[in-house]
C-alpha cells in the first residue's frame, strides 16, 4: 500500500472540474453498440438509471436504430400547439360556415332585392344542399381532428391535418354555393345579361 501511495506522489491531487457538459449514456457510444451491465454485479438502482430513457439524437445525425433513440418521425416540440390552436380554429370556422349556410336564402333574397330581381324563392335543391353543407362540415372537422389526435398520440407530425381539413371544407363550401346560384334561373339570366 505505501508503494501505491508514494507512485501517486503530488500528482494524485483532484484535477479541476470540466466546465463543459458531460456527455449523456450512449451520445458518444459508435453506431449500433449497445452495453448490458453483467447480472450479478448490477445493483438495482443501477439497473434503473441504466434503463432510463436516453435524449433524442440531434436531427442532423443520420444513424441507423439505437436502443432507446428516439424514431426519426418524433413531432417537433411546436406540432403540438400548433395542431391544437388550428383544430379549435377549425371548430370555429365550422360553426361560422354552418351559419353562413343557414342564412344562405336570407342572402339570396337580400341580393335580389338590392338588383329588383324580386322575391326568391329557393327550390328544394337549396334547402338540401344546406343540410348537406353543414353535415360536410362537421364530418371533415371531426375526420381532421380524429386523424390528428391519432397522430398526436404516436408523437408524429400532425399540424398538416388541420390545414388539409380547412382547404377540404373551403372547397366544398365554395362547391355547395356554385351549386345553388347555378340552379337559379333568375341570377344565370341576371349574371347573362350583356
Excluded: C
Amino acid at each position: 500500500m505505501a508503494e501505491n501511495t508514494s507512485d501517486q506522489g503530488p500528482a494524485a491531487e483532484t484535477p479541476p472540474a470540466d466546465p463543459r457538459p458531460q456527455p449523456r449514456y450512449g451520445e458518444l457510444a459508435p453506431e449500433g453498440w449497445s452495453w448490458k451491465p453483467p447480472q450479478e454485479e448490477t445493483p438495482p438502482a443501477a439497473t434503473a438509471v441504466v434503463s432510463a430513457p436516453i435524449a433524442p439524437a440531434p436531427a442532423t445525425e443520420r444513424s441507423g436504430h439505437r436502443p432507446g433513440a428516439a424514431a426519426s418521425g418524433t413531432a417537433p416540440g411546436w406540432d403540438r400547439p400548433v395542431t391544437l390552436s388550428l383544430l379549435i380554429l377549425g371548430l370555429l370556422g365550422t360553426f361560422w360556415t354552418i351559419g353562413s349556410l343557414g342564412t344562405m336564402t336570407a342572402v339570396l333574397q337580400t341580393f335580389y332585392t338590392e338588383a329588383d330581381l324580386g322575391t326568391y324563392s329557393p327550390s328544394p335543391l337549396v334547402e338540401s344542399l344546406v343540410i348537406a353543407g353543414s353535415i360536410s362540415q362537421v364530418v371533415i372537422w371531426l375526420t381532421a381532428t380524429i386523424i390528428s389526435v391519432m397522430l398526436l398520440i404516436r408523437s408524429r407530425r400532425a399540424f398538416y391535418v388541420p390545414l388539409v381539413g380547412g382547404v377540404v371544407a373551403f372547397v366544398a363550401v365554395f362547391a355547395i354555393m356554385m351549386i345553388i346560384v347555378l340552379n337559379d334561373s333568375t341570377l344565370l339570366d341576371y349574371y347573362g345579361r350583356p
